[in-house]
């Protein structure tokens, strides 16, 4: 089973339109170039995951044509578009991210999308995460989130039929598989703890804070204000011997080869990892993080967005308006779903998912109840992400406290 199968809305008459439209062009010649607009588009996608969605665009815009290049994310991507934006070669179209939305806007290299038609169907949490001052510059249309996979059978020998999405029902249910000799936990260091992730978004949820960790950037609040008491509640999994040390050495897929192998009962991942869960055969189910702040928000975030160059001019603007507002419809949504395995958030195109994903996906992605540190970091996100991963290493080995790490945070972003 794929992870994800395409709810494809396109209607027939649509279809017969474009095939008729491109019939017409075959038969007069096709369009005169002169009357021809192209823009230039760095995709994030492959140029083959990429080609159906621009040949589908195209057919239905003959007047203009998109220029496709591609460059892979993350940090080649963004050395890319930074050397053809220094070299006056900015593409019209391209792709900004929490790793490079700071320099982008900061910069003014980027148009404002907020008088665009597709404004009103984006979700709370993509349209935040790429505005700034009130003004959009990132067109993103989904996201993802993570959440707790269990093995049924192995909570089946201590008598539980699903997961507890509150933490202490959480610990509770890893010492009672413990206590039956089942490894009940296991997660990687490797990135920044997905369960605190999710904690620092219970909280912003419950206090009503759309912006996150961006008040410490706005200078109202500090690292040293937000992290101590969720990466202290998360730190119990530690503390109370339910996982330890090993985390640091482990990869993601390590920890999903775990559990597949049926030697641990419960972890956290996203999405991508459902085709070979499913593929092994293990009898299985995902539920929301848990949570302790009564919100269950899950460790996720907002797909890249879609943004113009604030160099382009004349009719290339226009054309570019023209291809993101297209984006936006329900049609290249499908498409987008389809071939890049995206899950869109906006009101205007519900993605199709795997069934063991899709009480997270209506309940959690559709209503932006997901939350990831660094779409709410303002500047210097990509050597905060490096500081942060080392302080939580420490942690986990003793050296630090996690007054400590939030404090090694406020120093690190006053070096910035």
Known sequence: MTMIRTSTRVTTAAAVTALATLGLAACTGATDEADTTTISYLSWNSEADAQPVIDAFEAEH?????????SPPVAEYIQTLQTRIAGGQAPDVFRIAPENRATLISENLVADLSDLSFVDTLADANRTAYTSDDKLYGASFGAWVAGVVYNKDLLAQVGVDEVPTDWDGFLELCHTLQDAGITPYLESASELSRIFQGFLGDGYAADGN?????????????????????MTQWMRIYDEGI???????????????EFVAGNVAMYITGPWDL???DESGIDYGMTFQPGIGGENVGAGASDPGFAISSSAEGAEVEAAKE?????ATPEALALQSEHWGSMSTSTAYDTEVNPAYT????????????????????????PLQVEAQAQQQLLIQGSVTADEVAAAMDTKLGNL
């Open 62 to 70: 003959p007047d203009i044509t998109v220029d496709l290049s591609y």
């Open 275 to 277: 085709a070979t869960l």
């Open 210 to 230: 759309a912006v996150g960790e961006a008040i410490i950037f706005d200078g109202e609040s500090t690292f040293a204000e937000e992290w101590p008491e969720p």
């Open 359 to 382: 009480q997270l996906y209506t309940e959690s992605l559709k209503t932006s109840q997901f939350y990831l540190s660094m779409e709410h970091w303002l500047a210097g996100a990509e």
């Open 323 to 327: 291809f993101v507002e297209w984006l």
């Open 243 to 257: 996982v330890g040390a090993e985390t640091i050495s482990l990869t993601g897929d390590q920890v999903r080869d």
